[in-house]
Nanobody
Framework: VQLQAFGGGLVQAGGSLRLSCAAS????????MGWFRQAPGKEREFVAA????????SYSNFVKGRFTISSDNAKSTVYLQMNSLKPEDTAVYSC???????????????????WGQGTQVTVSS
């Protein structure tokens, strides 16, 4: 499974961005995809994830109500709509997927087997 992320950029505080992550390869059994982020000098942290089983989602507390993760199963793509962005959202955002047949969302990046390249999101104040 290969993942490719799109959509980062520079935005002012209060603005919006949408990230996309397209999966290719053996994706028919890839059920869980999500987003993590890492700011300079900080550890990687969970942002949001989606499971195709039950169409379930999970969010970190610091993005609840502002970010929305969604999935287009036909395109094997997940999206992260980010609204009301804050300077503290500035980070490199990476998409990830759990290995095939795993259906449960995890907050632990070590349990994700496939990673796309990061995309920079910068929010200016």
């Amino acid at each position: 499974v290969q993942l490719q992320a799109f959509g980062g950029g520079l935005v002012q505080a209060g603005g919006s961005l949408r990230l996309s992550c397209a999966a290719s390869g053996r994706t028919s059994s890839t059920y869980v995809m999500g987003w993590f982020r890492q700011a300079p000098g900080k550890e990687r942290e969970f942002v949001a994830a989606h499971s195709r089983v039950g169409d379930t989602t999970s969010y970190s507390n610091f993005v609840k109500g502002r970010f929305t993760i969604s999935s287009d199963n036909a395109k094997s793509t997940v999206y992260l709509q980010m609204n009301s962005l804050k300077p503290e959202d500035t980070a490199v955002y990476s998409c990830a997927a759990r290995r095939n047949y795993i259906t449960v969302i995890s907050y632990d990046s070590r349990l994700y087997d496939y990673w796309g390249q990061g995309t920079q999101v910068t929010v200016s104040s």
